[in-house]
């Protein structure tokens, strides 16, 4: 009997989990890649980092995604090098793995923009990990806030600043004011949660610059109903632990979380082919790289422009169409049958900036408010992989919405980070710092 090809993919997300299936059941040999167990749904990211969502209602193992395809064999490991000359993927543990055809969805991080030491104090929100991470930060602020005014009698107003008006920090932002204003609320004896200083950052003149203006405008004014301020035209120049600079001027704050920029897996520059800006590997009309024909590249690490001139976005619909069409390739190669050249169709774009607030185009198809915050709703527990997650998910929401509480407040982290945080507090309250929730930002006395 003939050996079957070998497909490797690089990658558990989006476009590498699509591609998996898309070539379940086919008759080639499958081994999908990724140096984590599970799937992250990544919109939902926030919602677990503002302690709505635990992060088991928005992950599922990659095996038990892909079990019914006896064909597809799932590796955990890490790539850390592509011979596609050899036709081989290297590991960290310096094991090889040959292919016949390669698709690489290895993702993206944020960029800090060369200054990678920023992340310390601003994380972002990519994984599980920064959700997790930023999660504990917000909720150790209050919680040191109380503290503080227990023990000293000094009743501080929190700080949280948001790097970003991009659809990740507009929602942060939200969920952060929705929690200081309401979720916690009626929690502290001490501290009035209510007046958190909550600022989003934004280096262009509108945030969700990739919406109609009509309803960024909607949204910014959204958030400001929220009680978060929102500053255009400021660019962030540095970040430390406990204050940001913008331009000249620095600004404290108790929390910091970056959701700007964009920074393509290292991988895509393994091929010496070109890259743009942020390290997407500027791939062949069929999604193939350069010369090399049983090589693609997909989802985050892709860049291709559409037949507009417009640049494909960097968002799950267009990571699952690339994977379907590269699958799709595969099989007519085998078959004998010419390729296609990848077509993106935009589905619309949605963004959530709190309760019962949100917008959606489609087209010139618009929506704003509670029936955008019901179709946001709709579009996301029907993306969510398992029956499970989407029942977790909707109950926690129901949940939530009816309350206004949230249910994953747990603060993650050993007794070194707890410790860690106090001293930084101590230092702050010697230092005599004092945030004022108005446009003017911060005096120190």
Not at 273 to 293: C, I, P
Request: glycine residues 10%.
């Amino acid at each position: 009997m003939a050996q079957k090809p070998k497909v490797v993919i690089i990658g558990g997300g989006f476009g590498g989990l699509q591609a998996a299936k898309a070539l379940g059941g086919k008759n080639v040999e499958v081994a999908l890649i990724d140096k984590k167990n599970h799937h992250t749904f990544q919109p939902l990211l926030y919602q677990v980092a503002t302690a709505v969502l635990s992060p088991g209602e928005i992950a599922s193992p990659i095996r038990r995604i892909l079990h019914r395809y006896e064909n597809v064999q799932v590796v955990l490991g890490e790539v850390v090098g592509i011979d596609a000359e050899n036709k081989k993927v290297k590991l960290s543990d310096d094991s090889e793995m040959p292919f016949d055809y390669l698709i690489v969805a290895a993702g993206a991080r944020h960029s800090y923009f060369g200054h990678d030491d920023w992340e310390d104090d601003a994380p972002g929100l990519k994984t599980v990990e920064d959700a997790l991470e930023i999660r504990r930060r917000v909720l150790l602020a209050f919680e040191l806030a109380e503290r503080e005014a227990y023990l000293t009698g000094v009743k501080k107003h929190l700080s949280f600043v948001v790097i970003g008006g991009g659809a990740t920090g507009v929602e942060v932002a939200g969920a952060i004011a929705g929690i200081a204003r309401t979720a916690l609320a009626g929690d502290f004896n001490l501290i009035d949660t209510k007046r958190a200083l909550v600022m989003l950052f934004e280096g262009g003149d509108r945030i969700l610059n990739t919406f109609d203006p009509k309803l960024s405008e909607h949204a910014k004014k959204d958030l400001e109903d929220l009680g978060v301020e929102v500053y255009l035209n400021s660019f962030v120049t540095s970040v430390e632990a406990g204050r940001i600079k913008v331009g000249e001027k620095w600004i404290d704050c108790d929390v910091a979380v970056w959701a700007t920029g964009v920074a393509a897996s290292p991988l895509g520059k393994q091929f010496g082919v070109e890259t743009d800006r942020a390290g997407r590997v500027l791939v062949n009309k069929d999604l193939s790289v350069g010369e090399h024909k049983n090589v693609f590249v997909i989802g985050d690490m892709a860049s291709l422009k559409q037949e507009n001139g417009q640049p494909i976005p960097g968002v799950a619909p267009a990571a699952m169409q690339m994977a379907d069409a590269t699958a799709a390739n595969i099989l007519r190669d085998l078959k004998g049958e010419p390729r296609k050249d990848f077509k993106y169709f935009d589905k619309g774009s949605m963004a959530t900036i709190g309760r019962n607030k949100a917008i959606v185009e489609a087209g010139r198809f618009k929506l704003t408010g509670f029936i955008a915050w019901l179709a946001w709703l709709f579009v996301h527990v029907i993306s969510l992989i398992g029956f499970k997650n989407r029942l977790y998910v909707l109950s926690e929401w129901f949940w939530a919405y009816l309350t206004r509480e949230r249910s994953a407040r747990l603060i993650t982290g050993d007794a070194e980070e707890l410790q860690d945080a106090l001293r930084f507090i101590e230092g702050k309250h010697a230092a005599n710092v004092e945030i004022k929730a108005n446009k003017t930002a911060v005096t120190t006395k």
